[in-house]
């Protein structure tokens, strides 16, 4: 049994490649004008996603591919694939008493498929609030929470905390961060002030799937972008999902995006 505590929330943070296998879910984004319409989501890891739109129209459907990392030595270089973490062998973290993970393992693909950007990655694996970016001070958090409260969101147990950001905050993406800071957009558009904000949030209510790790919801408190976030609700976790689902749809002459069929049985 987990006890929900600030180190525990940040445990449950690093720990999403590990507590999931397939999740659908759908998600929508209260308040922001760029994403606009609410989408259903199949995930199977580490590579499948079918992406809809909640009148069944197909969006994205397909397998990403394996990271590959450039490695340069005095002899010259060489290119590498790196494990997911479902593959034998592959890193292992270090894990903690209660079940979650203290360190994640270097060298591993942890990204899921992305839809459109980074967020879609960060929400699936929301390591960044749990531990500073690799130029942070020692000791320095990447974030500032007195408590955390457990709720439900959709149906689900969930962890809630109000944060606040640290310059030690170091998002998955600068462009797309699941919290939108100064530093960060500093750092990401070198100062230029068509990208800042004339005010930036107080803080942020951030959810946590407690079963998943997932980060199930964002809001900005204050500033110019009050309100704005995500709502993602999880409806199923762990369900078989057969490869026939991501197959990518053959399209027509004008490249129109197709409609789903009729659901299969496991698969909704």
């Known amino acids: 049994m ?19 296998s397939t999740l659908r879910f759908t998600v929508s984004w209260p308040g922001d004008p760029w994403q606009t319409t609410p989408v259903r ?28 990392v450039a490695l340069l030595s005095p002899g010259g ?20 008493p209660d079940g979650l993970v203290a360190e994640r393992p270097q060298g591993l693909s942890l990204d899921d498929p992305m839809y459109q950007n980074y967020f879609w990655v960060a929400v699936l694996d929301p390591a960044e609030l749990a531990d500073p970016g690799l130029d942070a001070d020692p000791g320095e958090p990447a974030l500032l929470l007195d408590a955390v409260t457990e709720v439900e969101h959709a149906g689900r147990p969930a962890w809630e905390a109000v944060v606040r950001t640290t310059p030690a905050y170091e998002p998955r993406c600068g462009c797309c961060p699941l919290l939108r800071s100064r530093e960060v957009d ?16 107080d803080a942020f209510r951030v959810r946590l799937d407690v079963q998943t790790g997932v980060c199930v919801l964002t809001e900005a408190i204050g500033g110019e972008v009050a ?42």
Do not use: C, K, N
Request: proline share 11%; aromatic share 8%; charged share 25%.
């Open 186 to 201: 500093l750092a990401e558009y070198d100062g230029d002030a068509a990208h800042l904000l004339a005010v930036y949030p």
């Open 2 to 20: 987990l006890t929900a505590s600030p180190d525990t929330f940040a445990a449950l943070a690093r720990s999403s490649p590990w507590r999931w």
């Open 41 to 68: 989501a199949w995930l199977r890891r580490p590579d499948a996603l079918r992406v809809e739109a909640l009148d069944g129209e197909l969006l994205q459907a397909g397998r990403a591919s394996r990271s590959r």
């Open 227 to 268: 309100g704005r976030g995500h709502d993602l609700r999880i409806e199923a976790v762990d369900e078989p999902m057969a490869d026939d689902l991501f197959a990518e749809p053959r399209r027509g002459l004008f490249g129109r995006r197709g409609r789903s069929g009729p659901p299969q049985p496991g698969l909704a």
């Open 77 to 96: 270089g060489r290119t590498v694939t790196e494990p997911w973490p479902s593959d034998p062998g592959a890193p292992a973290p270090t894990w903690r």
